[in-house]
C-alpha cells in the first residue's frame, strides 16, 4: 500500500517512540552521571512522557508537511475517552478509603487460611484482583493489585530478576483477567459490539482459560518468591483517623458509576469532579490522591492514541492477511510493538473476518498484554505505581520482556487448547 508522506513520517515517529520507550532506563541512568542535567534526563526517562512528547513532535511534522489546521483537524479527531477513564480510574480506585477496604477482605481470607500472611496476599494479589477486573474493569484492577503488592515484592530485598518476573506476570494476568466479561478489556471492548460477543460469550470461550493461565502464573511466581516474602511484613498502619465503613461505601459507589459510565466522559468526569469535592470536604479520612501519576498516565495513552492512529496503513494489510493461526501469533506480536485494543479495533474492520480468526486476533492480543509498557491500556498505570521498587525508580522495558515472557506462554498455551 502506497504511504503519504505523513503516513511514512508518523511510522518513523512511531518507531522513534519504541526505541526511546526500551531505552528509558538509559535516560535514568545519564541522569546520575549527570546531575547538571538531570532533569532533562529524568523526563526523557519517564515512560509515561514518552509518547506524549512523540505525538507533540507527530503533530508539529503534520503542520509543517501539510497545515496547521490539518493538524489541529487530526488531534481532534482522536477519541481520549480511555486516557480519560484510566486517570479517573486511577485516581478513584487509589484512595485510601477503597484501597483499605479491600485489604482488609484480602487481610480477612490470608488470615483465614493456614498460609503466612505475606504468601497469600501476594498471591491474591496476582491472582484474585486481576481476576477482579473483569468486574471493576483492568485499569482499577491494575491500580489495587500494584497498591497491595508495593510493600510485599517491589520493595528493597527481593532481587531485581525477581521483581521483573513478578511484574510480567501481573502484566499479563491482568491482561487475559479482564476477559470473564465483555466490558472490562480494552480489546475485548473494542469487538464486543460488532461481532456480538456478550458477557456469557466472554466467560465460556476466554474466561475459564484465563482463569486457568492466571492462577497457575501467580501460584509458580508465589514459590519463586516464597523466601523473600516470608522476610517481607504484611502492610498494616494504623492511621490517627480510621475510615468509617460510610466513607469507604460511598468511594466504592463513586468507582461503580466510573466504570458503569465508562463510554460516557461528560458523565464520568462529573462524577470525578463530584469525587474530588468530597475528598476535599472528608479530608482526615484520605491520603494524597495519585493525581500525578493517573495525569501521567493519561498523558502516555492519550499521546499512544495520536500515534497509533497514524499506522492504521501498514497494520490493517497485515491483520487481515494472516490465516488463524498465524493470526494469532502475529496478534501476539503486533501487540508487544502497538497496544492491544488498536489492533482488535482495525480487525473488527475487516469484513467477512471468520469467528475462528476473530477468537485468534482476540486471543494472540490479550495474550500478549504484559510484554511491553503499551501493549495494554493499564500497564502505563503499574509502572507509575511501582516503578519505585526498580534500580534507578525505573522500569527496564528489556526487563519487563523478559519477565512477562513465561505468563505470555501460559497465557498462550491456555488458548491455544
Not at 504511504?3 to 526505541?19: D, M, V
Not at 489546521?69 to 480506585?93: C, G, I, N, Q, W
Not at 500472611?117 to 496476582?126: N, S, Y
Not at 497496544?339 to 469484513?351: F, H, K, R, V
Request: hydrophobic share 60%.
Amino acid at each position: 500500500m502506497q504511504a503519504t508522506a505523513i503516513q511514512t513520517t508518523a511510522a518513523i515517529l512511531f518507531a522513534l517512540a519504541l526505541i526511546h520507550t526500551f531505552a528509558a532506563k538509559w535516560f535514568e541512568t545519564l541522569a546520575h552521571r549527570h546531575p547538571r542535567h538531570a532533569g532533562l534526563f529524568h523526563i526523557l526517562g519517564e515512560v509515561e512522557v514518552v509518547f506524549g512528547l512523540w505525538a507533540f513532535v507527530l503533530v508539529v511534522a503534520m503542520a509543517l508537511l501539510g497545515s496547521g489546521k490539518e493538524a489541529l483537524d487530526y488531534a481532534e479527531s482522536r477519541h481520549y475517552t480511555e486516557p480519560l477513564f484510566v486517570f479517573v480510574v486511577m485516581v478513584v480506585a487509589a484512595s485510601r478509603p477503597v484501597l483499605e477496604l479491600v485489604q482488609g477482605l484480602l487481610s480477612a481470607i490470608a488470615r483465614a487460611l493456614p498460609l503466612p500472611t505475606p504468601l497469600v496476599l501476594t498471591w491474591l494479589g496476582l491472582a484474585l484482583v486481576p481476576l477482579l477486573g473483569s468486574l471493576i474493569t483492568e485499569p482499577a484492577a491494575m491500580t489495587l493489585a500494584a497498591l497491595i503488592l508495593a510493600p510485599l515484592v517491589f520493595r528493597q530485598g527481593p532481587p531485581e530478576w525477581l521483581k521483573y518476573a513478578a511484574l510480567g506476570v501481573l502484566f499479563v494476568n491482568v491482561s487475559i483477567g479482564g476477559t470473564l466479561t465483555s466490558y472490562a478489556a480494552p480489546p475485548v471492548l473494542m469487538v464486543a459490539a460488532a461481532w456480538q460477543w456478550d458477557s456469557s460469550f466472554m466467560a465460556s470461550t476466554f474466561g475459564w482459560r484465563a482463569a486457568v493461565a492466571v492462577l497457575v502464573n501467580a501460584t509458580v511466581m508465589v514459590f519463586c518468591l516464597r523466601k523473600h516474602l516470608l522476610a517481607a511484613q504484611a502492610p498494616s498502619r494504623r492511621p490517627a483517623h480510621a475510615v468509617p465503613l460510610v466513607v469507604s461505601l460511598i468511594h466504592l459507589g463513586f468507582l461503580a458509576a466510573v466504570v458503569v459510565f465508562a463510554h460516557h466522559p461528560v458523565v464520568f468526569i462529573g462524577l470525578f469532579l463530584f469525587f474530588i469535592g468530597y475528598t476535599q470536604a472528608y479530608e482526615r479520612f484520605q491520603n494524597p490522591l495519585i493525581l500525578k501519576e493517573g495525569l501521567l498516565v493519561g498523558f502516555f495513552l492519550a499521546g499512544l492514541v495520536v500515534l497509533g492512529g497514524m499506522q492504521q496503513w501498514w497494520l490493517q494489510p497485515i491483520v487481515s492477511s494472516l490465516a488463524p493461526t498465524a493470526l494469532f501469533f502475529g496478534a501476539l506480536g503486533l501487540t508487544a510493538i502497538t497496544d492491544n485494543a488498536a489492533l482488535t479495533y482495525l480487525g473488527s474492520l475487516i469484513q467477512g473476518i471468520s469467528p475462528q480468526s476473530q477468537y485468534m486476533l482476540v486471543a494472540g492480543a490479550v495474550a500478549g498484554g504484559g510484554l511491553t509498557v503499551i501493549a495494554n491500556a493499564p500497564n502505563p498505570a503499574g509502572v507509575a505505581l511501582l516503578r519505585r521498587g526498580f534500580n534507578d525508580e525505573s522500569i527496564s522495558a528489556l526487563g519487563l520482556l523478559a519477565g512477562a515472557a513465561a505468563p505470555t506462554v501460559v497465557a498462550a498455551v491456555m488458548f491455544l487448547v
